[in-house]
């Protein structure tokens, strides 16, 4: 059974910077393009960041494009978001997500069939 564990979560202060690592474990991550999502209180859940099965092609949502960089180390089951210039509109629980079913990765949540737990980031102002 894949699962998905993310880490490097917490508090922050706004111009700050968190890395995010979520580790995938009963599978092998060289067979998934790979997702970052969040989710704010009272809000959907929403693509942040996106890595294909090489790693050679990301994206990025347009609110985080230029702050964030996501990457993956496959020898390593694991992937990253570094996350910089932290603002308070980031505060959000992060999943990471898989898909196993395609090469490229998608911005739209029903496509990925394996989602960690979440780790919270809250930004402070």
């Known amino acids: 059974q894949v699962r998905l564990a993310e880490s490097g979560g917490g508090l922050a202060q706004a111009g700050g910077s968190l890395r995010l690592s979520c580790a995938v474990s009963?599978?092998?991550?060289?067979?998934?393009?790979m997702g970052w999502f969040r989710q704010a209180p009272g809000k959907e859940r929403e693509f942040v960041a996106g890595?294909?099965?090489?790693?050679?092609?990301?994206g990025y949502a347009d609110s985080v494009k230029d702050r964030f960089t996501i990457s993956r180390d496959n020898a390593k089951n694991t992937v990253y978001l570094r996350m910089n210039s932290l603002k308070p509109d980031d505060t959000a629980v992060y999943y990471c997500?898989?898909?196993?079913?395609?090469?490229?990765?998608?911005?739209?949540?029903?496509?990925?069939?394996?989602w960690g737990q979440g780790t919270q980031v809250t930004v402070s102002s």
């Open positions: 009963g599978g092998t991550l060289s067979s998934y393009a």
């Open positions: 890595i294909t099965l090489s790693g050679g092609n990301t």
């Open positions: 997500a898989a898909d196993p079913r395609s090469s490229w990765y998608k911005r739209d949540r029903v496509s990925y069939n394996y």
